[in-house]
């Protein structure tokens, strides 16, 4: 019986900037260690790919790629097209979809009632965030980079996470969705 395949969004934590991640090597890395339908999007720490491995295994495996080949050690988040298509369904601002005014942040635990609320009162007019089991969406329509809740998010929010906007995250859908095969 053939082992059933999955396929996984990868998110890297905090690459750009000094921290680089190249997307050919990194391709061919994962490809070489046994991983299928590699792909990559834009320089900043965005791959996908198809594995019979458990989520923890294929984290741990290319966890160790990218510390031996490229000296990265940060968080690497591996949510299933599943989950990555629940993400795209679960956007509570359907019409802000322009793609780098609307962010979804994923969380790795769940943030308190009270570090939200504290976030929220960052927002200014037209600003908005709202947490959807683990991610967080905001909508900065002025520019994530000069929003004082973007500022505060990292900080504010008390847990580990990596955000996306919403172009990528649909282009990493979509390339999920090819991965799968």
């Keep these: 019986m053939p082992k059933t395949r999955t396929a996984y969004i990868l998110l ?9 991640l190249p997307t ?6 994962l490809t070489q260690a046994g991983f299928e339908n590699v792909a990559t999007y834009i ?15 294929v ?30 369904q679960n956007n509570p601002f359907p019409n802000f979809e322009a793609g780098k005014y609307l962010h979804a942040v994923v969380l790795a635990s ?10 929220r009162s960052f927002a200014v007019e037209g600003e908005k965030i709202e947490v959807v089991g683990r991610v967080a969406y ?27 906007n919403w172009n990528t995250v649909l282009k990493l859908l979509e390339l999920a969705k090819k991965a799968a095969g």
Excluded: M
């Design 43 to 57: 320089n900043s720490g965005n791959a996908v790919l198809r594995s019979h491995l458990p989520r923890e295994k």
């Design 59 to 88: 984290i741990a495996s290319v966890a160790k790629i990218c510390e031996d080949k490229f000296g990265f050690t940060k968080a690497i988040y591996a949510p299933t097209l599943g989950e990555w298509d629940v993400l795209v």
């Design 24 to 29: 050919a090597s990194l391709r061919a890395a």
């Design 110 to 119: 769940d943030p308190t009632k009270e570090a939200i609320e504290g976030l």
């Design 138 to 164: 905001l909508y900065t329509p002025h520019g994530l980079g000069t929003s004082k809740l973007g500022e505060k998010f990292d900080k504010g929010i008390g847990v580990p996470n990596t955000a996306r």
């Design 12 to 20: 890297f934590r905090g690459v750009g900037g000094a921290t680089q």
